[in-house]
């Protein structure tokens, strides 16, 4: 992977991913290099407080994965890793752990804030390393199609942080929908109304007047990596508010989109989608500051989807739906008006439905209908150890760049939507060009910061 986009523009940076999305696909394989021939895998982990916390700990828990390498901007968050692995290598900048490090590992996860997901992934993959990269994969649509080509390219092991897909519940939604159950699929349905997600996470803004100086143990500089300088100020970026604003992650949809979409992507083998539209709420579209900065606290997103032999129609219209938006209440009836999930995934067929509950079993409606239809019988898989044992030849990842990435595209291009709200985006995959709205292709790609440009 020799192309260079150290501060290129948007057009060339959209041009460059565009053609290399021209090359079809490879197979995915076993892994072949060196480390697939180990047997013991020498892990370097990237971001180790909050959700990389708990991902470090997992790949921990593999017999064979021996961490060599931890880093973290937050000196707190590195103290607590490096008390936990002594025999580890500590740094605070990522650039430095490949520098240095670049012989001494096989593989990397990437478990920071979204904004520097691609140039941590990127990087690493040139230097054939195998990635698990937190989801969603990357921040812009056209990071996510080079990534997946990159991964693709350099025949690595990667693996996309929806740990649930590896779940019995997913797996097993996967099956049943595969087996036509309910027969043709008509609509699919998809929420996240987690209760206090909107107070926790989704910042209203706007931002303060004036920042103040970081605390002693946070790097920054380094946090904000390749996203605008902005000036630190304290409860609204570190270690869990950056989601709200467009600089540093992609909203809620973006943010959980991959984990409600993922089953019903992988059961009916979903292509690129024809266009999408957005709908957000009145308060953040009448205010042109909330607009330019932070991401709207309530969604609902409409995919129009290329229709196959699973589908009753030429088209599948998949719809989004979080915050202050519902599905439709003749939707949740099927199952339960006042105990409808709050994170699920409902497909509407000719034969009946399928709910997925997000992290439980799916359940198949009218249930009296489905009672003599059995959960396929399943082994336990752990997410994170299946990518290890991937890494080490043993097996093939269940949410491989192949797979995940042309899902999080879509998913991410939904927050192009997000930000030309009541506008129908006519996507044309194959050049990465909105053929009836060229204006918005400006939300496809970013430039980075002077300094941070991937090379």
Same mark, same amino acid.
């Given at each position: 992977m020799n192309d260079d986009f150290a501060g290129a523009s948007r057009r060339r940076f959209i041009q460059q991913a565009a053609l290399a999305a021209l090359t079809p696909p490879l197979l995915m394989s076993l892994p072949t290099n060196a480390a697939s021939r180990k047997d013991k895998l020498r892990h370097a982990a990237v971001g180790v407080g909050g959700m990389g916390w708990h991902d470090l700990n997992r790949f921990m828990a593999h017999s064979d994965v021996e961490i060599v390498a931890i880093c973290d901007v937050d000196a707190n968050h590195l103290k607590r890793a490096a008390e936990a692995l002594p025999n580890a290598k500590t740094y605070t900048d990522w650039r430095e752990l490949l520098r240095v490090e670049a012989g001494n590992f096989d593989s990397i996860n990437v478990s920071v804030p979204d904004h520097n997901h691609f140039a941590i992934s990127y990087e690493s993959i040139r230097l054939g390393k195998h990635v698990y990269c937190q989801k969603p994969m990357c921040h812009d649509v056209a990071e996510v199609r080079a990534l997946t080509r990159a991964a693709d390219k350099a025949g690595i092991v990667s693996q996309l942080g929806t740990q649930h897909a590896s779940g019995m519940g997913d797996r097993t939604a996967v099956q049943w929908i595969k087996e036509g159950h309910i027969g043709k699929i008509k609509n699919v349905y998809l929420c996240s109304n987690r209760p206090g997600a909107t107070e926790a996470y989704r910042y209203k803004g706007p931002r303060p007047a004036q920042g103040e100086p970081a605390p002693d143990h946070l790097n920054w500089d380094l946090w904000v990596g390749t996203a605008p300088m902005r000036e630190y100020s304290p409860t609204i970026y570190h270690p869990s508010k950056w989601r709200a604003w467009q600089d540093f992650g992609t909203g809620w949809s973006g943010d959980i989109g991959c984990h409600i979409f993922d089953a019903v992507w992988k059961g009916m083998g979903l292509k690129d989608p024809i266009s999408v539209v957005a709908r957000v709420q009145d308060s953040w579209q009448q205010s042109p500051e909330r607009m330019a900065d932070t991401w709207p606290q309530s969604n609902h997103i409409t995919w129009m989807f290329p229709g196959n032999a699973m589908t009753a129609e030429k088209q599948l219209q998949v719809e989004w739906f979080d915050g202050e938006f519902y599905p439709p209440e003749e939707v949740r009836a099927l199952f339960s008006v006042t105990d409808y999930p709050a994170e699920s995934a409902m497909l509407i067929g000719t034969e009946g439905a399928l709910l997925i509950p997000h992290t439980k079993m799916p359940v198949l409606l009218p249930q009296s209908k489905f009672s003599q239809v059995a959960a396929p019988q399943l082994e336990e898989r752990d997410?994170?150890?299946?990518?290890?044992?991937?890494? /080490?030849?043993?097996?093939?990842?269940?949410?491989?760049?192949?797979?995940?990435? @042309?899902?999080? =595209?879509?998913?991410?291009?939904?927050?192009?939507?997000?930000?030309?709200?009541?506008? /129908?985006?006519?996507?044309?995959?194959?050049?990465?060009?909105?053929?009836?709205? @060229?204006?918005? =292709?400006?939300?496809?790609?970013?430039?980075?910061?002077?300094?941070?440009?991937?090379?």
């Open positions: 997410h994170y150890h299946h990518f290890v044992d991937a890494c /080490l030849g043993r097996t093939q990842t269940e949410s491989h760049f192949n797979q995940s990435g @042309p899902m999080t =595209e879509a998913i991410i291009l939904g927050t192009v939507a997000l930000r030309e709200p009541g506008k /129908l985006l006519k996507w044309d995959a194959k050049n990465m060009k909105i053929a009836n709205l @060229p204006e918005a =292709e400006k939300h496809l790609s970013r430039q980075y910061r002077k300094g941070w440009e991937v090379k």
